[in-house]
């Protein structure tokens, strides 16, 4: 039976569409030729744009979220809802309590990148590129209101690039990415409980510190327990974890050795005169065996204290934080900062709607290999879109100055651009990637100035399903990149990619 307000064609063409992004998952790896792969990206947005999907209304209650576990597909029984195709998985009752339930759903991802000088030219040149492929699929049980168990596999490949798969980020045949039970109850005052046990994802905050990994093929996720209280409007997040070690094999992904994670996040809303604003205050703790700093590779211990006061809603919006971090490494202690400004202002009366605004972004460096103590900021389990897609620089001692503007074109496409400035924080510390690894040793030079980065990304969400986007990166080395990467005077990047969620 097709779905009311769709005709036959519609409903034929989507469902081919939908076949044909579920049949991804019979394909093996190694049957992925260049025309097979052409052939499966023009054929998503064949189906993309031959999709007659009636437009999702803006008061549905059905959203496809970050992370996936936070959705909640209840609302598929609501009037509000937009009816859709998908609906008959989504939510799949086995009794009369309509709290009793199952949603099954996932995530294909199809990624090209290309990049000139790799790694400011450390890297063989790749010039012909690679395909990122990622697949998820996920089971949410909610067995009563106040029980659930959430299930996620992932199979994520890399296809062609110049001297394999990267460790970690690009490869993972086949593993659990997710799988953990949730407890909930509420107390006679009010305050509402969850307990979650086993494996998951988790984001806190501005994404600064601890984020979703999605710029990456390989997504991040901890194993542990994690404690969630919702007192009035303040959230408090308490947890002890162990960060996942991601290998390329199947189901061999085991907790972190000599790594652990905790800590206590909070934030509470703020009200000053007529604006609203919210707070954080967060404690979070890292033990990591071994660490690699410019100062060299030991067990560190340390311990970040913060506070984050943010407005994302309105025509001005703001996000401004500050992190001191303590702790030891070898037998030196560790004493680093960064603080963090996002800045923006929507002038709704113009055409597309833009916003102008302003980010910068400055952490501590190392001021003496010699000296045992060290001052390299670690950023943790940041977002990997501190410097765009292309993830090429980490913030750690760097100074980022950059202005942006995004614009609405039309109601589902948005384009931003940004032109980064960067300095080193302090020119006898190197040059650090996302994941705090060192990418360029500090040298002889003592340029501070590392170069700029203008880039630009257009995004569009085709149906409630499907999005596409392209992002561009060029890089301008300044005189440390040219000094300390062998004279590469700049380098390039760019992505074109397309989603399916379901």
Known sequence: MREPGKSVQEVAVESLGLRMMLGVFSVQNRFFSGSATTTLLLGL????????????SQDDPCLYRLPHYDEDWNCVRYT??????????????????????ASFGGEIRETYERFHNPNFGLQPEDPGGYLLQRYLIHADLHFTESARGYVELLSAFENWRV?????????????????????????????????????????????????????????????????????????????????????????????????????????????????????????????????TFNQGTAHETRHTIGGRIWNLQGAWNYDAEGMFQFGSFVVGTIHAWR?????????????????????????SGDRNLANPDLQTFNALFQSGMYSGKAQILGPANTIRLEPFVTARTRRNVSVSAGWGFYWRENVHDGLYGIAGNLLVPAGSTRARYEGSRPLLQVDWQVTRHISCH????????????????????????????????F
Do not use: C
Request: cysteine-free; overall charge negative; hydrophobic content about 35%.
């Open 45 to 56: 947005v064949f189906a993309s744009k031959l999709t007659a999907e009636p437009r999702q």
């Open 163 to 291: 001297g394999g798969p990267r460790p970690i980020v690009d490869e993972d045949r086949l593993d659990f990415h997710q799988g953990f039970l949730d407890f909930r109850s509420t107390s006679k005052q009010g305050i509402r409980t969850t307990v979650g046990l086993g494996r998951q994802e988790m984001a806190l905050g501005s994404g600064r510190l601890v984020a979703l990994r999605e710029g990456t093929n390989v997504p991040f996720s901890f194993d542990g327990i994690r404690v969630s209280l919702h007192v009035r409007a303040g959230e408090f997040d308490v947890f002890a974890t162990k960060p996942v070690l991601n290998k390329s094999g199947v189901i061999d992904d085991p907790p972190q050795a000599g790594n652990s994670f905790w800590g206590i996040y909070s934030s509470w809303p703020m009200h000053a005169g007529t604006h609203p604003s919210h707070v954080d205050v967060y404690y979070l703790g890292l033990d990591r065996n071994p660490a």
């Open 339 to 363: 603080v963090a400004s996002d800045t923006s202002y929507e002038f709704s009366s113009l055409l597309w709607h833009p916003r102008l605004g302003f980010t910068v972004d400055a952490s």
């Open 80 to 101: 509000s809802h937009s009816p859709d195709i998908l609906d008959a998985i989504k939510y799949v009752t086995w009794s009369e309590n309509a709290s009793s339930y």
């Open 470 to 501: 392209v992002n561009y990166i060029y890089v301008f080395n300044g005189p440390f990149g040219e000094q300390a990467a062998h004279g590469t005077s700049g380098m390039s990047y760019v992505a074109p990619w397309i989603t399916y969620e």
